[in-house]
């Protein structure tokens, strides 16, 4: 039933968590909507035949709506409207909301291509590697004009908006590829903005970190001949910025210090102008606003960009806001550069991200 | 206003024949010749839009290279969205048919600003060729939604094409108070609200949209060019501006523009439909009030194109509820237009063919907006074929069809002639089956994930794009048989009386075509315009 509904209505794959539920209410709101245009229509026709003009036919009676007829109608269209406005917007919180301890990729988004940076310092451009039955948080910047994040496989999107960190999350529920789509028109090659989510099984997902854990030059210089390659107007596609210089963690504490963070912020736990780096990443922080919450990549992005809003209570508000001065790789390796100070006092956790213990499938169901 | 003097217009020539020179027409404040001319100019935009989209689906019959090359691609399906929004679908019903009947419908000699309404017309041909002229200079590619920080950096000419629709959005906004200020000032002594034909309603409720959200275009325009040709970087993050500001203060306009565009089609349905049912609707009330609930609710649901933005969740499900109740107000319409055929005499016409048409293809295309605003569906519809499919239903499926049902209607009132019935009706077959052909597999794209303004798209996509593209073929032959049955009917068609279609509404009691001065007698205003359970008078 199921299959045979999505397959009329050209649905792609179910490869995420939220892709079944979502397709129900699609099933039950189109065949809903094809039922009332239906009925709409055919009791247009059924009229126009069963009281279609006869000679001689000049006056009609004055007939007149029923007001409780009216009550009645307007009342059951609110309800099925909001109905279906009551699971599509608890669905939507759920798609709003990652789930907490979901692994954390940095996607930056630029005229055209996506790049995506791991937890571990790992990076890949156009291809996304994801453990399956994992919840994966995107946490999302863009260099240049809006983007649109889209699986459709997954049933997400999510625009990437310059000066915004944009979050969207899905969880993989069975190993294979599915193509990533830009879905907000960015220039001349918005329709070849396109990438592909690689859902690997959990051990696969693991050596596939650690076999790109070191990205040598030579590597790096030989995806970058590739891509030039085979991306239409290669040409013109400046990657130079992707190359990695040495070490991640270095390539974070240059950009931290050209950017002017450490003069505020220390990196051995000192009190200073602002919350000191070491153990900050993980740790539950107090915000001035009275909220509480994990300081997580997606917090960190968000006090780079939006300072004011987010500050830690007890510090004065002094920082400037990076909003378009910082651009999303800068800010991804001092993210990165961040994560590794709160290593440092629990190296084990960070560097081997646990997987998941849950079930998962091979293939679609 | 003064009633026109019964002697001083006995015997009076028709408003097409009174002055036949060239000035006569150009620099008329007749409102009955200023709306034949917004309509010739809205036809000759929509000939050059529908073109433009020929010209896209074409490009589609394959992945890849078809005809034209990226760039161009991009700056076409901007063209063709420009064109058909803010040239074609506007102006076409208030300022054409609007203009003709509202003062004839109120029994007035004219609007209340005549002049003014003239001013409308060219204010409106200058910002059609300043947006026209931006072709010359290569055209723009940022998509009729102008999204910053996009359009301030692209190298295409948008300025000239901002600078163009800033000057429509003027002309908008003056037919507009013109309308609104007719609508009050101008009824006759004894005509209260709720006498006055429906088409009025939903013209009124069009001018208030008008002229509140239009000047919120015309600010966020002038922002982008000050952007584009100046770097202020009001949306650009680069320089500490807001890109999603951009996205709020356009939808505020353009949310809301869309029923400037259907209410006046819907207010064009309502006459149709009571008048070749010889009925009276079933809930005058209903229909009056859900056109301004439509005009009220629609500035609140802006924020529904933004699910997808980043703006709070809380806000989403504020602007996803609200979206859901304005389309309780355009259901109660769809019944009350059903319930008025019911007991009916319905007489089976062209331009109840197409309200026929308009009622499925509106029901239909008007539920798959109300199911986005279920809102975890607009995640993965957004920005997808599926709403270009969904606002095609609205704009083609319903307000097209509603234009061309009221052109087949008013011909005779416009020019004293009948269309042809068996051409209307092999027209409209044409259109139902074109336009069904064309749009649905565009929803099975959007169900797929293939995005818009999509120049080169995946493969797998190609068959519904061939299908998409050949119905396209069937739609415009449809269109153009209908608009050139109407041209022809219009100059050779037989000679229509004053009231060919036995209606009871008010601008069916002069002749047709009427004087000058639209009324030789006072409007006499019984019965009222939808009674039909007695016998009329005036027959």
């Known amino acids: 039933m199921n299959d045979t509904l999505r397959g009329l209505l050209g649905l792609p794959e179910q490869a995420s968590s939220v892709a079944r539920d979502i397709d129900m209410l699609h099933l039950f709101v189109i065949l809903t909507t094809l039922l009332g245009a239906a009925c709409v229509g055919l009791v247009a026709l059924w009229f126009a035949v069963r009281f279609r003009r006869r000679p001689g036919d000049q006056l009609t009676p004055r007939v007149q709506a029923n007001p409780w007829w009216e009550a009645g109608l307007i009342g059951a269209l609110t309800c099925l409207f909001v109905g279906w406005w009551v699971i599509g917007y608890r669905q939507y919180l759920h798609l709003q909301v990652p789930p907490i301890g979901a692994y954390e990729i940095l996607v930056s988004a630029k005229q055209w291509m996506w790049s995506f940076a791991y937890p571990g310092g790992q990076r890949s451009l156009s291809m996304l590697v994801v453990p399956v039955g994992r919840p994966i948080k995107l946490v999302m910047m863009s260099r240049d004009v809006i983007h649109g994040f889209f699986v459709p496989a997954f049933r997400i999107k999510h625009d990437v908006v310059p000066g915004y960190v944009s979050v969207a999350w899905f969880q993989a529920e069975y190993a294979g590829t599915f193509q990533i789509l830009c879905t907000q028109y960015c220039g001349t090659s918005h329709s070849t903005m396109r990438g592909e989510v690689v859902a690997l099984a959990p051990a696969d997902f693991a050596l596939w970190l650690q076999g790109s854990r070191q990205p040598t030059r030579a590597a790096e210089a030989e995806e970058a001949a590739e891509r030039q390659a085979t991306t239409p107007g290669g040409d013109r596609l400046d990657i130079s910025h992707l190359a990695i210089d040495g070490d991640p963690i270095d390539r974070g504490r240059r950009a931290a210090a050209r950017h002017g963070c450490l003069s505020c912020h220390t990196e051995d736990g000192q009190r200073h102008i602002g919350p000191t780096w070491r153990g900050l990443y993980g740790s539950r922080v107090e915000l001035a606003d009275g909220r509480s919450l994990i300081a997580d990549a997606e917090y960190l992005t968000r006090c780079m960009m939006d300072p004011l809003g987010n500050a830690v209570a007890g510090y004065q508000t002094v920082m400037p806001s990076y909003r378009g001065t910082l651009d999303p790789d800068d800010a991804a390796s001092i993210v990165e550069f961040i994560k590794c100070l709160a290593m440092a006092d629990a190296p084990a956790a960070v560097a081997n991200p646990s997987l998941p213990t849950q079930p998962y499938r091979v293939g679609p169901p | ?539």
């Open chain 2, 1 to 539: 206003m003064t009633p026109p003097a019964q002697d001083s217009t006995a015997g009076a020539k028709s408003y097409l024949v009174a002055e036949t020179t060239w000035s006569s027409w150009l620099m008329t404040s007749d409102h009955k010749r200023i709306g034949i001319m917004f309509l010739a100019a809205t036809f000759l935009a929509m000939l050059l839009g529908g073109v433009v989209a020929l010209i896209l689906r074409i490009e589609h019959l394959t992945p890849h290279h078809t005809v034209v090359d990226a760039m161009t691609y991009n700056r076409l399906f901007t063209l063709h969205g420009v064109i058909m929004v803010w040239l074609f679908m506007i102006p076409a019903i208030p300022a054409g048919l609007g203009n003709f009947l509202l003062p004839l419908m109120l029994g007035a000699r004219d609007v209340a600003f005549p002049r003014l309404n003239l001013l409308s017309f060219y204010v409106y041909l200058l910002g059609a060729g300043i947006t026209l002229s931006a072709m010359l200079m290569g055209g723009t590619d940022t998509g009729w939604t102008f999204y910053t920080p996009y359009s301030a950096t692209s190298p295409t000419a948008v300025a000239p094409v901002v600078a163009g629709v800033f000057v429509l959005g003027i002309s908008s906004i003056m037919s507009g108070i013109n309308f609104i200020v007719t609508t009050h000032a101008l009824r006759p002594r004894g005509m209260g609200w709720f006498d006055m034909p429906l088409f009025v309603w939903g013209i009124y409720a069009t001018s208030i949209i008008q002229v509140v959200a239009t000047p919120v275009l015309g600010l966020s325009l002038a922002l982008v060019v000050l952007d584009h040709s100046f770097s202020w970087g009001i949306f650009d993050p680069a320089r500490g501006g807001d890109p999603v500001l951009f996205e709020h203060l356009f939808w505020f306009y353009s949310h809301p523009a869309v029923y400037i565009m259907i209410l006046p089609a819907m207010g064009v349905i309502s006459e149709v439909v009571c008048t070749f049912s010889r009925k009276n609707p079933l809930s005058y009330k209903a229909i009056a009030y859900s056109s301004l609930g439509i005009a009220l609710v629609g500035f609140l649901t802006w924020g529904h194109h933004l699910f997808v933005a980043g703006q709070s969740a809380y806000a989403s499900g504020a602007f996803g509820i609200i979206s859901e109740l304005v389309a309780v107000f355009s259901a109660i319409k769809v019944v009350t237009w059903l319930g008025t055929m019911y007991r009916g005499s319905i007489a089976f016409t062209t331009p109840m063919a197409y309200v026929f048409i308009f009622l499925f293809l509106f029901v239909f295309g008007g539920m798959t907006g109300v199911a986005q605003a279920a809102m975890s569906l607009d995640v993965h519809w957004h920005d997808t074929y599926f709403i270009v499919a969904h606002f095609h239903f609205i704009m083609v499926g319903g307000t097209l069809t509603g234009l061309i049902a009221g052109l087949h209607y008013w011909l005779p009132k416009i020019t004293g002639r009948l269309p042809n019935e068996r051409v209307g009706l092999i027209a409209a077959a044409l259109v139902l089956m074109g336009f069904v052909i064309t749009f649905v597999p565009q929803f099975l794209l959007g169900n797929a994930g293939m995005p818009r303004r999509y120049y080169d798209y995946p493969v797998r996509f190609q068959a519904l794009n061939v299908i998409s593209t050949v119905g396209s073929w069937l739609l415009s032959s449809g269109i153009l048989l209908a608009f050139g049955s109407l041209l022809h009917a219009a100059f050779r068609g037989p000679r229509a009386g004053s009231n060919p279609w036995g209606s009871r509404s008010f601008e069916w009691r002069t002749a047709s075509p009427p004087i000058t001065a639209n009324f030789e007698r006072p409007l006499d205003l019984v019965p009222g315009a939808y009674d039909y359970s007695v016998v009329n008078p005036h027959d």
